[in-house]
């Protein structure tokens, strides 16, 4: 599966944005996905994941209550909405898809940047 990761921008502090992966190649919907960042000299960090039906997601604590997870299997398309954005938010932002109930993440997106301003 190929994906591309887009949606990303820059953002005052409290505000919002929806970063969106599509996927191409095969069958979405056999996939697990997830949402993972980057920070400036930092390590790459877990933000959320989805179920390949959707019913079930996770979130890292730092964006629970903030940040929802979601996905369009028709459209072959994740989504995170990021709402009350804060500065320390600012990252490259990656999508990832997964065959192994999130052990593991073997495809990845190409990242898109999102920085919030304070």
């Known amino acids: 599966v190929q994906l591309q990761a887009f949606g990303g921008g820059l953002m005052q502090a409290g505000g919002s944005l929806r970063l969106c992966c599509a996927a191409?190649?095969?069958?979405?919907?056999?996939?697990?996905m997830g949402w993972f960042r980057q920070a400036p000299g930092k390590e790459r960090e877990f933000v959320a994941s989805?179920?390949?039906?959707?019913?079930?997601?996770h979130y890292a604590d730092s964006v629970k209550g903030r940040f929802t997870i979601s996905r369009d299997n028709a459209k072959n398309t994740m989504y995170l909405q990021m709402n009350n954005l804060r500065p320390e938010d600012t990252a490259v932002y990656y999508c990832?898809?997964?065959?192994?109930?999130?052990?593991?993440?073997?495809?990845w997106g190409q990242g898109t940047e999102v920085t919030v301003s304070s």
């Open positions: 191409s190649g095969r069958t979405f919907s056999s996939y697990g």
């Open positions: 989805i179920s390949r039906s959707g019913s079930n997601t």
């Open positions: 990832a898809a997964t065959r192994t109930g999130g052990i593991s993440y073997s495809y």
